[in-house]
């Protein structure tokens, strides 16, 4: 286990308590799945406590396995970074379908702005609290959320090619 991921787990272990449900590394990188309900707090405190000082957020997407239960459906990842330290930690909750509201973090983190309004046109996130959660770069007019597995890969009329050769 890496000095990063063991630091980070001991303080979020002993400020949040069962809010993580795991610490690994998945490819020489720290990943922490917390609680739904607990992330917007974690993010503050990893934020603002100074040895940590995960100031940036690189990136936030959207994940959606249909093939997990029904609770794990549907999840966020966050990547931070610690600029002056080079440290870079990842965080994923997860969620069911019917339950797809989360709090926004442009507040703490202005840039999610953009990407919370990419993930609401993609996959269909409502983020509470977000000044302007409107589609970014599908048609307003769209009724559905292109990036969900939900949709067949190919045309149902072709009949030379089908969705396993695309790896489902």
Not at 36 to 41: F, T
Not at 98 to 123: C, H, K, N, V
């Amino acid at each position: 286990m890496s000095e990063l991921l063991q630091k980070v787990k001991d303080k979020l272990e002993s400020k949040f308590g069962d809010a993580l449900l795991s610490a690994e590394m998945h490819y020489d990188f720290p990943v922490f799945i917390l609680r739904k309900d607990s992330v917007k707090d974690v993010l503050i405190f990893l934020k603002e406590d100074t040895d940590l000082n995960f100031h940036f957020l690189t990136t936030m997407c959207g994940i959606h396995q249909p093939d997990e239960t029904e609770d794990k459906q549907f999840g966020l990842m966050y990547q931070l970074h610690n600029m002056p330290k080079n440290f870079r930690i990842r965080l994923k909750t997860f969620m069911s379908k019917s339950d797809l509201d989360m709090p926004t973090i442009s507040d703490i983190y202005p840039t999610a702005g953009w990407m919370e309004r990419q993930e609401y046109d993609f996959f269909g996130f409502n983020f509470i609290g977000h000044k302007n959660l409107s589609r970014i770069l599908n048609m307003d007019e769209m009724n559905y959320f292109p990036m969900r597995k939900e949709y067949p890969l190919e045309d149902l009329g072709r009949s030379d090619k089908s969705d396993k050769m695309f790896g489902r």
